[in-house]
């Protein structure tokens, strides 16, 4: 109790002395919380606690974001390591949201979710409480499977590898120096005046539904189908899977390593993240070299659903959102979604910023929490194509 005691003082006289808004650096739990069953420990990329208080058979957690205020996509992630086989109960405590996002392990042998009878929640969510099993390997227990900056090198490695039409390039750094990739279906130098298709992924950390979904995308995209090569002969296509590698590695709910959530940055552009965009657009999609035709935004949030331009503002090109989800929604048995419309407003969000300087359908492509991997990745393939064909067919 004196630990957690202690830190919450810690963080609370922290954000009292850097102000509203500023970041508290995280507390290093690489330090062990240990009790006679396992160690508890945050020591590495993608873990977040706040404090952990160890007591005879069980550890108490606290959860809390990077800084305030932030939307409550509460993150966590740990490591128990076992001393001896048994049930241990974990208790999540959290001060600024409710509990969110049902447990994942992995013990080496992937990633499952915790059964649903493993999890009890108090009634208003501010506490959670886990049993789990654990033998002799260490496990991590997170809110969603991990997929860190390392996964997506070696993603974007294999996607490029022996294919001519896909290449890497840095387009600038994080805030903490981390190199920030695009892939382009092209020369770095633009040679051909053609629209861009852009897709951007990963401005929040939890998303991992999402960013699923977009590689799945992608795969289809840069794939080696007729449809897809036809698309990159028209199209400078351009992909930023993950815009906020700091966030990644720090485990945060949301923001980036200077404490701002990017997709509230594309218009005031303080973050090096979003400029970086904003200068890879300046430099290939501006009007005299083809413009901007789509872009594309990957995130999760509860449910699957399309955010996209109200029907009575006009894209170009146009009814773009409606043919592609018709044609989609027409393959799609199984994944259901809403096609949620929602106005240009002046809130800086990467959709009104693209929809209000090019006037392309600028689209929030939203992937449920829960979304079965495989179902979220086969809809995204499905997705793909249809927005290859709608593209490339006769505008109405
Ligand atoms: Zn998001």
Redesign the pocket.
């Known amino acids: 109790m004196l630990l957690l005691r202690r830190c919450g003082r810690i963080a609370v006289a922290l954000a009292a002395a850097l102000g509203a808004g500023a970041v508290a650096p995280a507390p290093d739990w690489s330090e062990p919380c240990e009790n006679r069953f396992a160690v508890l420990d945050g020591g590495f990329e993608g873990a977040r606690l706040s404090a952990c208080e160890p007591r005879r058979s069980k550890f108490v957690v606290r959860i809390e974001p990077e800084n305030s205020p932030i939307?409550p996509?509460p993150w966590y992630a740990f490591r128990l390591t076992p001393k001896r086989a048994g049930e241990i109960e974990i208790v999540l405590r959290y001060a600024e949201a409710a509990h969110r996002y049902h447990p994942w392990i992995d013990d080496g042998a992937g990633w499952r979710p915790l059964p649903a009878d493993a999890v009890r929640e108090n009634r208003r969510g501010r506490k959670a409480a886990l049993r789990i099993k654990i033998a002799a390997a260490p496990v991590i227990i997170a809110a969603q499977p991990l997929f860190l900056n390392e996964d997506y090198a070696a993603w974007v490695d294999a996607l490029a590898r022996g294919r001519d039409h896909a290449r890497t390039i840095a387009i600038g750094e994080s805030r903490q120096g981390r190199t920030l990739i695009a892939l382009l279906d092209g020369a770095p130098e633009k040679t051909k005046p053609a629209p861009c298709a852009l897709f951007v992924g990963r401005?929040?950390p939890p998303?991992v539904t999402?960013a699923f979904a977009m590689m799945a995308f992608l795969e289809t995209v840069f794939g080696n189908s007729a449809l897809a090569a036809a698309f990159r002969a028209r199209y400078d296509v351009i992909a930023v899977p993950n815009l906020n590698p700091d966030g990644v590695a720090l485990g945060n709910w949301?923001h980036n390593a200077g404490g701002i959530d990017l997709?509230r940055d594309w218009g005031p552009f303080t973050q090096p993240e979003t400029a970086a965009v904003k200068a890879l657009l300046d430099q290939r999609c501006a009007e005299e070299k083809g413009g901007l035709a789509l872009m594309l935004d990957f995130?999760?949030?509860r449910r699957n659903l399309f955010y996209t331009q109200s029907a009575d503002e006009t894209t170009a090109p146009p009814r773009f959102a409606e043919r592609w989800l018709a044609g989609a929604r027409a393959r799609l048995d199984e994944y259901e979604f809403e096609h949620a419309e929602r106005a240009y407003s002046s809130r800086p969000t990467l959709k009104n910023y693209i929809f209000s300087r090019f006037g392309a359908p600028a689209i929030?492509y939203?992937v449920g929490d829960g979304a079965a991997r495989a179902e979220a990745e086969a809809a995204a393939r499905i997705l793909a194509e249809e927005m290859m064909k709608t593209l490339l067919a006769p505008h109405p």
Do not use: A, L, V
């Open positions: 939307n996509s401005q929040h998303e999402g949301r997709n995130h999760s949030t929030t939203e």
